[in-house]
């Protein structure tokens, strides 16, 4: 594979002061390894979990048409029709071994006030919890947020799983950026019991998040099957940057965090790569300005066709 990025691209975006966000479509690792030390000052990250199971996915063929259910570039209707279902593997030999050299490329891309939030579940949270200790330093962990929600069938052979895990490590434990004062407050429990002030104000989160799954209808939700909350994203970029810094999803998916960082007014580099993800994210991202689409790898033309495909 060859790259432009060390030439024409600093820590992954264009040095282009106007770019706010870039997306590109690859394997993550040889991407990352070209980006600039020290150039990101957030990263959210979602792996593929290794649950031992195949996630469907639906293949689409984009047409256009003018009373179609989906908007592209440039504000254009396009009608969807499910050609296929495909399945990706979401099942590893070795988990951590495909996360290791991944994560080390995070620590080394993250500016000294830097965050990493790794989102993980609890069959994998505590194998790349000791991998993330010995890669940013125990004493560089800052949280593990829990993530609960309240969806879907429940087992009566154990207790539900309903919940999900973010591991929050900093590049720097002196150093780390933090602003929990930016973070949209939540409502008291008990608002009855704090006075009409404080429960008119809400309070802060901890470190346990109730929210809500993508709801199945909602306007939020892309089809893309592991899309993750706006909200919950949303509050990460909101507590661990500041508007201008530079965010960083390497297993974007449906590019949640680039919706986030646009709408908070963070610049976005997302990977992922699959085509279904990448072009669920240029339907996302179609109303937005200056966020670009690269296509680095052996796959680059057959992107460009479909992207073609979806100008035309
Ligand atoms: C769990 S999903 C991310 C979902 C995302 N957080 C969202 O809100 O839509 C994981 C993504 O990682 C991508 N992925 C897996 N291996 C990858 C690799 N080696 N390089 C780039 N992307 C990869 C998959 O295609 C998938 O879209």
Redesign the pocket.
Known sequence: MTSDLATTHVGGMRSNDRERGVVYYG???PILRDMASASIDLIYT???FNTGKKQARTQLRTVRDPNGDRTGFKGQRYRSTKVAERA?DDDFDDYLAFLEPRLEEAHRVLTISGSLYLHLDYREVHYAKVLLDSIFGRDCFLNEVIWAYDYGARTKKKWPAKHDNILVYVRDSEQYFFNVEEVERIPYMAPGLVGPEKAARGKLPTDTWWHTIVPTNGKERTG?P???PLGIVRRIVQASSRPGDTVL????????LGEAAYELGRRFVL????EE?VEVMAGRFAEMEAVSFVGLDARQNQFVERQGELLS
């Open positions: 394997d993550n690792l979602d792996p593929p990706f893309y592991t899309q993750k999803d390497f297993f974007a998916g449906s590019g949640t990977i992922d790569d699959n993800a």
